[in-house]
């Protein structure tokens, strides 16, 4: 089945690194998406990873993907605190494209 | 900011009426799909338009329905509301083509409560 899940809370102080995890069930999946949600807005994508891929970085940061044990992870360096949100993994599902979110970690920085 | 426009931003109906949402995609996306976001969970797929024909389907009633424009522009219909119809409705569109797979850019959201 496709399943995707996280911890629900993270909290971290400012200037320190966020380690946000993810873990997923279908290893048919080609893409794994990281989306931010700030309270009452939409996702805003902040990267992704191709399945073939171990690693990405782009800025502050940084997706590891462990395909073996079915694992992604999105660390965030120098963490501010407007990168307080909720940050959903995803991946994409089957023939229709659909994306199998995660029920979201709820980031938290403290000052 | 995405280019994908929602539409109306917050909307309060009764049970058992109907509603229409309206999602505009992003210039150059032919694909939209539609998300519903209860509270506290994370988004669960309705279904998929692309090129005007539905594309893929979750888990979710007949009373759930949907058309996509020749601009692409798209609608979400919702008969015979129910509470726990209550939610955010999320559009995404995409440039996906035959099947190929493209990263889905979501509109701000359209909250929708059922009293």
């Known amino acids: 089945g496709e399943d995707v899940e996280q911890s629900l809370f993270l909290s971290v102080r400012e200037g320190d690194s966020s380690v946000i995890n993810c873990t997923y069930t279908?290893?048919?999946?080609?893409?794994l998406y990281w989306y931010k949600q700030e309270p009452g807005a939409g996702l805003q994508l902040l990267t992704y990873?191709?399945?073939?891929?171990d690693m990405k970085q782009d800025q502050r940061l940084t997706v590891l993907l462990n395909k073996k044990d079915k694992h992604l992870s999105l660390r965030i360096a120098d963490t501010q605190t407007g990168d307080s949100a909720i940050y959903f993994c995803?991946?994409?599902?089957?023939?229709?494209?659909?994306?199998?979110f995660g029920t979201g970690t709820l980031l938290a920085v403290q000052p | 900011e995405t280019g994908v426009t929602q539409s109306p931003t917050h909307l309060i109906k009764t049970r058992g009426q109907q509603v229409t949402l309206r999602c505009s995609s992003q210039?150059?996306?032919?694909?939209v799909s539609w998300y519903q976001q209860a509270l506290g969970q994370g988004p669960q797929f309705i279904f998929q338009?692309?090129?005007?024909?539905?594309?893929g389907r979750g888990n979710f009633p007949p009373r759930f329905s949907g058309l996509q424009f020749p601009n692409y522009s798209s609608e979400l219909n919702v008969n015979a509301l129910e509470l726990d119809d209550s939610a955010l409705y999320l559009c995404?569109?995409?440039?996906?083509?035959?099947?190929?797979?493209?990263?889905?850019?979501f509109g701000p959201g359209t909250r929708l409560t059922v009293l």
């Open positions: 995404a569109s995409s440039a996906a083509s035959g099947g190929a797979i493209d990263t889905q850019y």
């Open positions: 279908d290893s048919s999946s080609t893409y």
């Open positions: 990873i191709f399945s073939n891929m």
């Open positions: 995803a991946e994409i599902g089957g023939a229709t494209n659909k994306l199998i």
């Open positions: 210039s150059g996306h032919n694909t």
């Open positions: 338009y692309y090129r005007e024909e539905e594309n």
